[in-house]
């Protein structure tokens, strides 16, 4: 009887127990009605698992690097990019559109063989070298004289030379008129290539060979001695012994003769 009456008690407590947990809201219930929380709850919240809880992406790690043979690569890579303000991008090359560049005509000056050569306008006439002096050579003892002692330009300042250039001529000039003179130049090209007694006498290659118009002073007439005929000589320098005259003659305002040599030998 006894062990009974312990059952029952024990039943009955049990059945108390059940209602005031009912009561309580100590339940798995979603509703929001107040119940209390153990004290030991606070503290029993179990460990949760770090793996699943989401990374804040603002303190995350850097990103692993993006395998670039994986990267789509743009099909036209020549894309321009947009010019500047104010500026205009170049002509492409090779392009057909683009027009060429304009040609102009240029100006060629004339290359000048000596200082009588192309004056632009005439000069006034002027005693440049009031006087000079030469030296005696060889066994005749002649006057070594040069085409520059007698360049009227580089003497008088003459371009052109004027019809009365002899009234003109300084003392030195004119006294060499009939001097037994010795002066070295070219030959200008003959009719003839052996026994040739007159030929002209020039200052440089330039008139024998490449066209350029020699100046009256520039070129002598040489008479040579009957006896003593000369080859033609090409593309060289010689000297020539005779004596001078200034000889001129003028006509139809054109210069055919200045300077003469006469009774001359040729010394190659």
């Not at 009912?22 to 209390?36: A, I, K, P, R």
């Not at 990019?81 to 090779?94: E, H």
């Not at 030296?135 to 006057?143: D, S, T, Y």
Request: aromatic content about 6%; charged content about 20%.
């Amino acid at each position: 009887m006894i062990h009974n009456g312990v059952v029952k008690s024990q039943l009955l407590l049990n059945g108390l127990l059940v209602c005031v947990t009912l009561l309580s809201g100590c339940t798995n219930s979603d509703d929001d009605q107040y119940h209390e929380i153990d004290p030991q709850e606070i503290h029993a919240v179990p460990d949760e698992d770090v793996s699943s809880v989401p990374v804040n992406p603002e303190t995350s790690s850097l990103p692993a690097p993006v395998n670039t043979s994986e990267v789509p690569v743009p099909a036209n890579t020549s894309t321009a990019m947009p010019d500047p303000v104010g500026t205009t991008s170049p002509p492409a090359v090779g392009t057909t559109d683009v027009p060429p560049p304009a040609i102009t005509s240029l100006s060629v000056a004339p290359v000048v063989s000596s200082s009588s050569e192309l004056i632009a306008a005439p000069l006034v006439p002027k005693l440049l070298i009031p006087t000079r002096s030469f030296v005696k050579e060889g066994p005749q003892q002649a006057l070594r004289v040069t085409f520059d002692d007698i360049d009227l330009l580089k003497v008088l300042n003459m371009e052109p030379v004027p019809e009365d250039a002899v009234s003109m001529f300084p003392d030195w000039l004119r006294q060499l008129d009939g001097q037994r003179v010795l002066i070295r130049g070219f030959m200008y090209p003959t009719l003839s290539q052996t026994g040739i007694t007159y030929f002209q006498h020039v200052r440089d290659n330039e008139i024998c060979c490449f066209g350029r118009t020699p100046k009256i002073y520039d070129r002598i007439g040489t008479v040579l001695q009957p006896d003593h005929p000369t080859s033609y000589i090409q593309g060289r320098p010689y000297d020539v012994i005779g004596t001078l005259r200034i000889d001129p003659i003028y006509e139809d305002g054109e210069w055919l003769q200045l300077y003469l040599l006469e009774d001359a030998i040729v010394i190659p």
